[in-house]
Protein backbone atom coordinates (compact mmCIF):
# COMPACT_ATOMS: atom_id res chain seq x y z
CA UNK A 1 0.00 0.00 0.00
CA UNK A 2 1.30 3.28 -0.35
CA UNK A 3 2.97 4.66 2.74
CA UNK A 4 4.62 8.31 2.49
CA UNK A 5 7.01 8.07 5.35
CA UNK A 6 7.48 12.07 5.16
CA UNK A 7 4.15 12.58 5.31
CA UNK A 8 4.56 10.12 8.39
CA UNK A 9 7.13 12.40 9.81
CA UNK A 10 5.03 15.73 9.33
CA UNK A 11 2.47 14.15 12.14
CA UNK A 12 4.43 14.22 14.46
CA UNK A 13 4.06 17.81 16.66
CA UNK A 14 7.81 18.29 18.18
CA UNK A 15 8.96 20.26 21.04
CA UNK A 16 11.61 21.03 23.56
CA UNK A 17 10.61 21.63 27.31
CA UNK A 18 12.34 22.32 30.92
CA UNK A 19 10.83 20.45 33.30
CA UNK A 20 11.02 18.43 36.77
CA UNK A 21 12.02 15.05 37.47
CA UNK A 22 12.46 13.88 41.00
CA UNK A 23 12.61 16.94 42.14
CA UNK A 24 15.71 18.11 39.76
CA UNK A 25 15.26 20.02 36.56
CA UNK A 26 15.62 18.55 33.59
CA UNK A 27 15.15 18.45 29.68
CA UNK A 28 12.29 16.35 27.75
CA UNK A 29 12.32 15.65 24.01
CA UNK A 30 8.40 15.17 23.62
CA UNK A 31 6.99 13.95 20.34
CA UNK A 32 3.05 13.78 19.88
CA UNK A 33 0.90 12.16 16.77
CA UNK A 34 -2.31 11.02 16.42
CA UNK A 35 -3.13 7.38 15.40
CA UNK A 36 -6.49 6.21 13.43
CA UNK A 37 -7.45 3.59 16.00
CA UNK A 38 -8.51 3.40 19.50
CA UNK A 39 -7.14 3.70 22.84
CA UNK A 40 -7.53 -0.16 23.77
CA UNK A 41 -5.53 -1.34 20.56
CA UNK A 42 -3.23 1.30 20.71
CA UNK A 43 -2.56 1.03 23.94
CA UNK A 44 -2.11 -2.96 23.68
CA UNK A 45 -0.03 -2.51 20.34
CA UNK A 46 2.52 -0.39 22.82
CA UNK A 47 2.57 -2.69 25.64
CA UNK A 48 1.72 -6.68 24.77
CA UNK A 49 5.44 -8.29 24.06
CA UNK A 50 4.17 -10.13 21.39
CA UNK A 51 3.01 -7.35 19.33
CA UNK A 52 5.82 -4.30 20.01
CA UNK A 53 8.08 -6.28 17.95
CA UNK A 54 5.71 -5.62 14.90
CA UNK A 55 6.76 -2.14 14.59
CA UNK A 56 9.88 -1.43 17.54
CA UNK A 57 12.12 -4.23 18.31
CA UNK A 58 11.75 -7.36 20.48
CA UNK A 59 11.76 -6.61 24.48
CA UNK A 60 12.36 -9.26 27.44
CA UNK A 61 11.64 -9.01 30.72
CA UNK A 62 8.40 -8.24 32.77
CA UNK A 63 6.23 -4.99 31.52
CA UNK A 64 4.19 -4.78 34.52
CA UNK A 65 4.74 -2.04 37.24
CA UNK A 66 8.24 -2.06 38.98
CA UNK A 67 9.19 -4.82 36.20
CA UNK A 68 12.16 -4.91 34.98
CA UNK A 69 12.67 -4.99 30.96
CA UNK A 70 15.61 -4.91 28.28
CA UNK A 71 14.99 -4.51 24.82
CA UNK A 72 16.87 -5.97 22.18
CA UNK A 73 20.16 -3.87 21.17
CA UNK A 74 18.97 -0.92 22.96
CA UNK A 75 17.98 0.30 26.47
CA UNK A 76 16.45 -1.65 29.25
CA UNK A 77 15.15 -0.49 32.87
CA UNK A 78 12.56 -0.86 35.13
CA UNK A 79 8.45 0.48 34.63
CA UNK A 80 7.74 3.28 37.30
CA UNK A 81 4.32 3.71 36.54
CA UNK A 82 1.76 2.06 34.19
CA UNK A 83 -2.19 3.08 34.18
CA UNK A 84 -3.98 0.94 31.65
CA UNK A 85 -4.71 2.05 28.96
CA UNK A 86 -3.66 5.76 29.63
CA UNK A 87 0.15 5.80 30.91
CA UNK A 88 3.47 4.29 31.73
CA UNK A 89 6.78 5.67 32.55
CA UNK A 90 10.09 3.80 32.46
CA UNK A 91 13.50 4.60 33.37
CA UNK A 92 16.23 4.29 30.47
CA UNK A 93 19.07 2.52 31.08
CA UNK A 94 21.61 2.79 28.33
CA UNK A 95 25.62 3.18 27.60
CA UNK A 96 25.90 4.21 31.65
CA UNK A 97 23.36 6.62 31.96
CA UNK A 98 19.94 6.77 32.73
CA UNK A 99 16.86 9.12 31.27
CA UNK A 100 13.24 8.72 31.50
CA UNK A 101 10.69 7.81 29.12
CA UNK A 102 6.97 8.64 29.48
CA UNK A 103 4.28 7.97 27.62
CA UNK A 104 0.58 9.05 27.48
CA UNK A 105 -2.46 8.21 25.49
CA UNK A 106 -5.54 10.18 24.90
CA UNK A 107 -8.97 9.83 22.90
CA UNK A 108 -8.54 12.26 19.84
CA UNK A 109 -11.77 11.74 18.44
CA UNK A 110 -13.96 8.82 16.68
CA UNK A 111 -11.11 6.27 16.70
CA UNK A 112 -8.31 8.16 16.72
CA UNK A 113 -5.95 8.22 19.83
CA UNK A 114 -2.99 10.65 20.59
CA UNK A 115 -0.12 9.40 21.74
CA UNK A 116 2.50 11.87 23.66
CA UNK A 117 6.05 10.21 24.62
CA UNK A 118 8.59 12.17 26.51
CA UNK A 119 12.13 11.01 26.85
CA UNK A 120 13.51 13.13 30.04
CA UNK A 121 17.60 13.65 30.33
CA UNK A 122 18.91 15.31 33.54
CA UNK A 123 21.04 18.58 33.32
CA UNK A 124 24.31 16.65 34.20
CA UNK A 125 27.84 17.19 32.71
CA UNK A 126 27.10 14.22 30.49
CA UNK A 127 23.81 14.77 29.23
CA UNK A 128 25.04 18.26 28.07
CA UNK A 129 27.81 17.37 26.58
CA UNK A 130 25.49 14.84 24.33
CA UNK A 131 22.56 17.85 23.84
CA UNK A 132 25.41 20.52 22.92
CA UNK A 133 26.66 17.98 20.29
CA UNK A 134 23.40 16.40 18.84
CA UNK A 135 20.62 18.49 20.22
CA UNK A 136 17.15 17.02 21.01
CA UNK A 137 17.33 15.22 17.56
CA UNK A 138 20.04 12.45 18.97
CA UNK A 139 16.79 10.87 20.54
CA UNK A 140 13.90 12.17 18.43
CA UNK A 141 14.87 10.72 15.15
CA UNK A 142 14.75 7.76 16.44
CA UNK A 143 11.56 8.03 18.41
CA UNK A 144 10.11 9.44 14.77
CA UNK A 145 11.09 6.14 13.24
CA UNK A 146 9.73 4.40 15.86
CA UNK A 147 6.24 6.21 15.54
CA UNK A 148 6.44 5.95 11.68
CA UNK A 149 7.05 2.32 12.25
CA UNK A 150 4.09 2.10 14.41
CA UNK A 151 1.42 4.29 12.11
CA UNK A 152 2.25 1.44 9.30
CA UNK A 153 1.85 -1.07 11.62
CA UNK A 154 -1.56 0.30 12.57
CA UNK A 155 -2.73 1.00 9.60
CA UNK A 156 -1.79 -2.41 8.09
CA UNK A 157 -1.70 -4.70 10.31
CA UNK A 158 1.63 -5.90 9.36
CA UNK A 159 5.13 -5.96 10.55
CA UNK A 160 7.82 -3.51 10.12
CA UNK A 161 10.06 -5.41 8.33
CA UNK A 162 9.89 -3.16 5.17
CA UNK A 163 12.05 -0.51 7.42
CA UNK A 164 15.04 -2.84 8.89
CA UNK A 165 17.42 -0.92 10.21
CA UNK A 166 20.22 -2.72 8.63
CA UNK A 167 19.06 -1.84 5.02
CA UNK A 168 16.06 1.04 4.48
CA UNK A 169 18.24 3.47 7.09
CA UNK A 170 20.61 3.67 4.87
CA UNK A 171 18.48 3.64 1.35
CA UNK A 172 17.04 6.96 -0.13
CA UNK A 173 13.81 7.14 1.06
CA UNK A 174 15.24 6.13 5.11
CA UNK A 175 17.76 9.26 4.34
CA UNK A 176 15.56 11.65 3.07
CA UNK A 177 13.49 10.68 6.66
CA UNK A 178 15.85 11.25 8.93
CA UNK A 179 16.95 14.32 7.77
CA UNK A 180 14.01 15.74 7.31
CA UNK A 181 13.21 14.44 10.59
CA UNK A 182 16.62 15.50 12.33
CA UNK A 183 15.73 19.31 10.74
CA UNK A 184 12.44 19.52 12.36
CA UNK A 185 13.83 18.49 15.62
CA UNK A 186 16.73 21.53 15.05
CA UNK A 187 13.62 24.07 14.37
CA UNK A 188 12.16 22.53 17.78
CA UNK A 189 15.53 23.34 19.62
CA UNK A 190 15.78 26.71 17.93
CA UNK A 191 11.91 27.49 19.47
CA UNK A 192 12.96 25.81 22.79
CA UNK A 193 15.92 28.80 23.16
CA UNK A 194 18.92 27.04 21.58
CA UNK A 195 20.93 29.62 19.47
CA UNK A 196 20.60 28.61 15.98
CA UNK A 197 24.02 28.26 15.27
CA UNK A 198 24.23 26.13 17.90
CA UNK A 199 21.53 23.97 17.00
CA UNK A 200 21.65 24.12 13.35
CA UNK A 201 25.63 22.70 14.02
CA UNK A 202 23.81 19.82 16.72
CA UNK A 203 21.08 19.15 13.75
CA UNK A 204 24.17 18.39 11.17
CA UNK A 205 25.76 16.09 13.22
CA UNK A 206 22.66 14.14 13.99
CA UNK A 207 21.44 13.98 10.28
CA UNK A 208 25.30 13.14 9.36
CA UNK A 209 25.03 10.39 12.35
CA UNK A 210 21.48 8.69 10.84
CA UNK A 211 22.74 9.08 7.56
CA UNK A 212 25.92 7.80 7.38
CA UNK A 213 27.54 10.78 6.09
CA UNK A 214 30.53 12.55 7.09
CA UNK A 215 30.08 14.73 10.33
CA UNK A 216 30.52 18.36 9.92
CA UNK A 217 33.93 19.58 10.68
Known amino acids: MPFDTIAQAAMVI ?22 PTH ?13 IPRWF ?34 TWEFGGGVSWVEVELAEAGDDSTRLTLKHIAPLDDKSEEFWDKFGPGAVGVGWD ?8 HIETGESNERFAEE ?15 SEAWTAASIAYGT ?9 AS ?10 PE
Open 14 to 35: RKVEDVTHDGAPARAVVASRDY
Open 39 to 51: IDDLWNAITDKAR
Open 57 to 90: APVEGDLTLGGKYQIKGNAGGTVTACEPPKSFAL
Open 145 to 152: LSLMGLGW
Open 167 to 181: TWALSDEGKAFATWS
Open 195 to 203: AEDAATSAG
Open 206 to 215: TTAFYTGAAA
